[in-house]
Nanobody
């Protein structure tokens, strides 16, 4: 069983930055493929970014060049650095771990507004 706890959400002005964190449980964190998804009201949950065990990353086109996903295996934590935030980035952000099966965190709210 893998438990995921996100943190770091909040209110930020357009053009601002936030860093989300997702702390994971389990002894095999370094083997987990970790992703961030987001869901805005009335929209489907969409994939944002992914990092796999070897550190390779991939991003949705909508966030490429602005968001950076990273991981610290010693801390069993994955991060999402979000820069140049836009109002359309506002959503609940969810952490997702893929290890034998999928696991979701509870989500953290990101609001982008002036």
């Amino acid at each position: 069983q893998v438990q995921l706890v996100e943190s770091g959400g909040g209110l930020v002005q357009p053009g601002g930055s936030l860093r989300l964190s997702c702390a994971a449980s389990g002894s095999s964190f370094s083997a987990y493929a970790m992703s961030w998804f987001r869901q805005a009201p009335g929209n489907q949950r969409e994939w944002v970014a992914r990092i796999i065990s070897d550190g390779s990353t991939s991003y949705a086109d909508s966030v490429k060049g602005r968001f950076t996903i990273s991981r610290d295996n010693a801390k069993k934590t994955v991060y999402l650095q979000m820069n140049s935030l836009k109002p359309e980035d506002a959503a609940v952000y969810y952490c997702y771990a893929n290890y034998l099966r999928g696991y979701w965190g509870q989500g953290t709210q990101v609001t982008v507004s002036s």
